[in-house]
């Protein structure tokens, strides 16, 4: 959906008499990939930096999801397995606790 066809939505659809648009930059960090396996599946890791520190990592969601159908365990608890398994293979790079 664009622009347009969201005032649009919001003018038709709401009792609003007006909308406001103001312009939005995003600033991302850094990032980067990184594989790890659970079961069978390579599952994509996500890696996010800040001042070349890890900050967070998060498993892509369809590979999880492939994971935890592979292994027949719920997909609750195949993120956190992907994450610990991220963990133990990039554990060497950080000298301190990841924040989140």
């Known amino acids: 959906m664009d622009r ?3 005032r649009e939505a ?3 659809e709401t009792p609003t ?3 406001r648009a103001h312009p939005v930059q995003k600033h991302e960090r ?3 990939f990184t594989t790890v396996a659970l ?3 390579e599952v994509r890791i996500k890696v996010a930096r800040h001042r070349r520190r890890i900050v967070d990592v998060q498993p892509e969601y369809e590979d999880v999801a492939a994971a935890a159908d592979q292994l027949g365990v719920p997909l609750k608890t195949a993120p956190a397995r992907s994450v610990a398994a991220a963990e133990t293979a990039l554990g060497k790079e950080r000298s301190e606790p990841w924040t989140t």
């Open 39 to 41: 079961g069978d599946t």
């Open 17 to 19: 008499i007006g909308t």
């Open 30 to 32: 850094e990032r980067e």
């Open 4 to 6: 347009e066809e969201v």
């Open 10 to 12: 919001v003018v038709t």
